[in-house]
């Protein structure tokens, strides 16, 4: 079965600080790989797409990684603000399948 | 502006009853969506559409169902068949992917309570 998890479940860092969350699946064969955050109550915001021939993508303070043969992906957050704070969600496009599996996501605090 | 809206943000149901949730595109977006979000967890998808008068039961399609009369419209009925149909309700939407190119795009969901 092709799953997504996302561990830690929840996170809290001081303000300031940099951080990476992290991603993993369990197929090799993706076809993209996708970073959202929600805020609470909310509707989803793309972050970052990277495709299958990817390693990373940018985008402000925001970096993500796709490493297929471990089956990983990090979103690394530079000098994390209180309005970054959201649940971030990972979600992976297996193979030729047409929809996204998400992962459970990591719920971010950032402390001011 | 460009965007999809969902309505309504909040729904009530009550038991036995069948409500449809809407959303609505205006990206001209081929694909739409419907997932559904429980507290704590991720999305899972219930129904999907590729294209007009077209779509294809997702992983938790029982007790749905939906149509897809217009491009711009792909409106979700919950029937009395699904016994436990508190959650928030998302829609989203896509271009026909170009190589690997895909982003999906988000309304602001609805959220179903039954009384």
């Known amino acids: 079965k092709q799953e997504v998890t996302q561990i830690p479940a929840a996170l809290s860092v001081p303000e300031g600080e940099n951080l990476v969350l992290n991603c993993s699946f369990t197929?090799?064969?993706?076809?993209?790989l996708q970073w959202f955050r929600q805020d609470p109550g909310k509707g989803l915001t793309s972050l970052l797409l990277?495709?299958?021939?990817?390693r990373e993508q940018t985008s402000g303070r925001l970096n993500a990684s796709l490493d297929k043969s471990s089956g990983r992906s990090t979103l690394y957050i530079a000098a994390s603000q209180p309005g970054d704070s959201a649940t971030y969600l990972c979600a992976v496009r297996f193979g030729s399948a047409r929809q996204l599996t998400f992962g459970s996501g990591t719920q971010l605090t950032v402390l001011p | 502006d460009g965007g999809i809206t969902q309505s309504p943000k909040y729904l009530f149901r009550k038991e036995g009853q069948n409500v449809t949730l809407s959303c609505e595109q205006n990206l001209n977006h081929d694909a739409m969506y419907w997932y559904r979000q429980d507290p704590g967890q991720g999305l899972r998808l219930i129904y999907y559409?590729?294209?007009?008068?077209?779509?294809q039961k997702g992983d938790i399609a029982e007790g749905y169902s939906v149509s897809r009369e217009k491009k711009e419209s792909f409106p979700l009925t919950v029937t009395s068949a699904q016994k436990n149909p508190t959650a928030f309700y998302l829609c989203?939407?896509?271009?026909?992917?170009?190589?690997?190119?895909?982003?999906?795009?988000f309304g602001p969901g609805t959220r179903l309570l039954v009384l």
């Open positions: 559409s590729q294209i007009v008068n077209d779509f």
């Open positions: 989203a939407s896509s271009m026909t992917p170009r190589d690997h190119e895909e982003t999906q795009y």
């Open positions: 197929d090799s064969a993706i076809y993209n």
């Open positions: 990277i495709q299958s021939s990817q």
